[in-house]
């Protein structure tokens, strides 16, 4: 439906998810439509690789769960690293249970997903409760991590009850507990000064923070092609933090052969999704599956290889997993983001292959729009 239009110009249609307002504006100004499979097992290879190319792509897509050292470690490294490189965090977990319990794989354990990855993903055939219960988990979440807690502590000296109340009782319990000291001298003994009661008040606030659906003008400009080179580092720096909020992809169609996701059940998600679209910012499919006005979802392909500089195109890989070109899955498939792991991660100097196949898909993209 909107495969047509400029990634900027679909950020500025109405009841777009934020995230996906916030990752179109920042693929224009990088011009970079490229997701990385990070298929590593240590948080040092992560890190590394992140490093490496974080500056050619607009997501980065983890798997948590095959990293042996997963830590806290792991988790700040990479917000380091994507707030400095401006990427989205992208979890592959692909959810498929009952809703308890993917609520506690969502947000509990070591891995604690929803505290760290802007995007995860879910199958439906657990049937569409599982969006609400994934949905609720990360509502939950971020309402916990968006509290603020100030602790206001004030002194003063007591004062001596003229009413019959227990006010030098409780001074003598403070006294007694908590600043003495000494042995069997109380506090005027030992100071020559009165004692006193510290009262501590705590204040628990909360804000959220939307992201501006009109950006400023040199953001625009960049997102149009129309920014020079030299305005790319200012117009991240304008765009900012990505807004506070989280994202599923429903797995509505496979790249490997045999597959059993077949055309009614990708009716299914794609129905769920337009039922949950404050939720569901997109599909992991193999073609744009927007075909109604109100379809404004992002498709996330992987199955990519782009031929050696010199060399065959490599179809398949033995394993079931079969293989298309940027230029076929964007330019012809309406696809948004190619998703790419072995391609990139095989080669001797991974930055300078990214951006090979970040421009491949860039070129693809323009094809396609114009």
Same mark, same amino acid.
């Given at each position: 439906?909107?495969?047509?239009?400029?990634?900027?110009?679909?950020?500025?249609?109405?009841?777009?998810?934020?995230?996906?307002?916030?990752?179109?504006?920042?693929?224009?100004?990088?011009?970079?439509?490229?997701?990385?499979?990070?298929?590593?097992?240590?948080?040092?290879?992560? !890190?590394?690789?992140?490093?490496?190319?974080?500056?050619?792509?607009?997501?980065?897509?983890?798997?948590?769960?095959?990293?042996?050292?997963?830590?806290?470690? @792991?988790?700040?490294?990479?917000?380091?690293?994507?707030?400095?490189?401006?990427?989205?965090?992208?979890?592959?977990?692909?959810?498929? +249970?009952?809703?308890?319990?993917?609520?506690?794989?969502?947000? &509990?354990?070591?891995?604690?997903?929803?505290?760290?990855?802007?995007?995860?993903?879910?199958?439906?055939?657990?049937?569409?409760?599982?969006?609400?219960?994934?949905?609720?988990?990360? @509502?939950?979440? !971020?309402?916990?991590?968006?509290?603020?807690?100030?602790?206001?502590?004030?002194?003063?000296?007591?004062?001596?009850?003229?009413?019959?109340? +227990?006010?030098?009782?409780?001074?003598?319990?403070?006294?007694?507990?908590?600043?003495?000291?000494?042995?069997?001298?109380?506090?005027?003994? &030992?100071?020559?000064?009165?004692?006193?009661?510290?009262?501590? @008040?705590?204040?628990?606030?909360?804000?959220?923070?939307?992201?501006?659906?009109?950006?400023?003008?040199?953001?625009?400009?960049?997102?149009?092609?129309?920014?020079?080179?030299?305005?790319?580092?200012?117009?991240?720096?304008? !765009?900012?933090?990505?807004?506070?909020?989280?994202?599923?992809?429903?797995?509505?169609?496979?790249?490997?052969?045999?597959? !059993?996701?077949?055309?009614?059940?990708?009716?299914?998600?794609?129905? #769920?999704?337009?039922?949950?679209?404050?939720?569901? #910012?997109?599909?992991?499919?193999?073609?744009?599956?927007?075909?109604?006005?109100?379809?404004?979802?992002?498709?996330?392909?992987?199955?990519?290889?782009?031929?050696?500089?010199?060399?065959?195109?490599?179809?398949?890989?033995?394993?079931?997993?079969?293989?298309?070109?940027?230029? &076929?899955?964007?330019?012809?498939?309406?696809? +948004?983001?190619?998703?790419?792991?072995?391609?990139?991660?095989?080669?001797? +100097?991974?930055?300078?292959?990214?951006?090979?196949?970040? &421009?491949?898909?860039?070129?693809?993209?323009?094809?396609?729009?114009?």
């Amino acid at each position: 439906m909107f495969e047509s239009l400029s990634f900027s110009d679909r950020a500025d249609l109405s009841n777009t998810h934020p995230l996906n307002v916030y990752l179109f504006h920042l693929i224009a100004i990088k011009q970079s439509n490229l997701c990385v499979s990070a298929d590593v097992t240590s948080t040092a290879a992560l !890190l590394k690789l992140a490093n490496e190319v974080g500056d050619h792509i607009c997501v980065l897509k983890t798997h948590a769960d095959i990293i042996d050292d997963f830590g806290p470690r @792991t988790i700040k490294g990479l917000q380091e690293i994507a707030r400095r490189k401006k990427f989205l965090l992208f979890e592959d977990r692909k959810f498929g +249970d009952i809703g308890n319990t993917v609520q506690s794989q969502y947000t &509990r354990g070591p891995l604690q997903i929803c505290r760290w990855a802007h995007l995860t993903n879910a199958h439906i055939f657990p049937g569409p409760a599982i969006i609400d219960a994934l949905q609720s988990a990360a @509502t939950s979440t !971020l309402t916990l991590i968006n509290q603020c807690v100030s602790t206001e502590i004030s002194a003063g000296t007591p004062r001596t009850s003229t009413d019959g109340d +227990d006010t030098d009782s409780f001074d003598e319990a403070v006294e007694s507990n908590l600043l003495d000291t000494g042995k069997g001298k109380g506090r005027e003994e &030992r100071t020559g000064r009165k004692g006193s009661v510290v009262t501590a @008040t705590t204040t628990i606030s909360q804000t959220f923070e939307t992201h501006e659906r009109s950006p400023p003008s040199l953001i625009k400009s960049m997102s149009t092609g129309e920014g020079d080179e030299g305005d790319r580092e200012e117009a991240l720096l304008q !765009l900012g933090e990505p807004p506070f909020a989280r994202g599923l992809l429903l797995l509505a169609e496979m790249s490997s052969k045999g597959n !059993l996701m077949d055309e009614a059940y990708t009716r299914q998600c794609v129905q #769920a999704a337009r039922h949950h679209s404050d939720f569901v #910012a997109g599909f992991i499919s193999q073609r744009s599956l927007n075909e109604e006005q109100q379809d404004h979802f992002l498709s996330f392909t992987p199955g990519v290889s782009l031929p050696p500089d010199s060399g065959e195109e490599t179809t398949k890989d033995g394993l079931g997993q079969q293989y298309r070109t940027p230029g &076929r899955v964007i330019a012809h498939e309406g696809c +948004d983001i190619i998703i790419v792991g072995r391609g990139i991660l095989g080669a001797h +100097d991974r930055a300078k292959e990214a951006k090979r196949y970040k &421009r491949a898909a860039w070129k693809a993209y323009e094809s396609r729009i114009n």
